[in-house]
T-cell receptor, first 112, second 113 residues
Framework: DAKTTQPTSMDCAEGRAANLPCNHS???????VYWYRQIHSQGPQYIIH?????ETNEMASLIITEDRKSSTLILPHATLRDTAVYYC?????????????WGAGTKLIIKP | DVKVTQSSRYLVKRTGEKVFLECVQD?????MFWYRQDPGLGLRLIYF???????EKGDIPEGYSVSREKKERFSLILESASTNQTSMYLC????????????FGSGTRLTVV
């Protein structure tokens, strides 16, 4: 079973911030939160990850709640090219099981 | 700037053929993975390798085998292709002991007729 819960789909206007939520209420202390996205007919692309502090890179920001049971991926100025399926995944650093559990993700549609 | 390269973007094969899907990474990663992706089923792990000549079964290894003779190359083999192996195949790699995410190839869309 997937360890995360995400909305099935979301819309966002071009130029606005896209905020994608993810619930991971059973996350354990050593598990990281990862975000990937998959543009149609391409392989998934790593976006960002975090443990407990908020993180920012050139692609996005990741906000993790204090209890770590949920997080939000923020695309600050969404463009049409950000239309994709976004996956939120939790994984421990020391996982001997290399498998990532991929849920259905959130289909984000950026509208002009 | 391509780091994980899959040999073919689209492939059409006949039932019963032996099929080779090749994946090469240039990041000196120890770990490499083969997934297949089907509508409604998400990504499912077929096989992975954590070192040269080492391999481990994933969730759905039946009908597949793999080969890792060199660190940078991980091959997926369909011994006798069947129509239910029509799918998008994705290769990924990741360094050992690092927290960074996986790097995926662009995928190979295989159709078995």
């Amino acid at each position: 079973d997937a360890k995360t819960t995400q909305p099935t789909s979301m819309d966002c206007a071009e130029g606005r911030a896209a905020n994608l939520p993810c619930n991971h209420s059973t996350i354990s202390g050593n598990e990281y939160v990862y975000w990937y996205r998959q543009i149609h007919s391409q392989g998934p692309q790593y976006i960002i990850h975090g443990l407990k502090n908020n993180e920012t890179n050139e692609m996005a920001s990741l906000i993790i709640t204090e209890d770590r049971k949920s997080s939000t991926l923020i695309l600050p100025h969404a463009t049409l090219r950000d239309t994709a399926v976004y996956y939120c995944i939790v994984r421990g650093r020391g996982d001997s099981n290399y498998q990532l559990i991929w849920g259905a993700g959130t289909k984000l549609i950026i509208k002009p | 700037d391509v780091k994980v390269t899959q040999s073919s973007r689209y492939l059409v094969k006949r039932t019963g053929e032996k099929v080779f899907l090749e994946c090469v990474q240039d990041m000196d990663h120890e770990n490499m993975f083969w997934y297949r992706q089907d509508p409604g089923l998400g990504l499912r792990l077929i096989y992975f390798s954590y070192d040269v000549k080492m391999k481990e079964k994933g969730d759905i290894p039946e009908g597949y085998s793999v080969s890792r003779e060199k660190k940078e190359r991980f091959s997926l083999i369909l011994e006798s292709a069947s129509t239910n192996q029509t799918s998008m195949y994705l290769c990924a790699s990741r360094g050992r002991g690092v927290v960074l995410g996986y790097t995926f190839g662009s995928g190979t869309r295989l159709t078995v007729v």
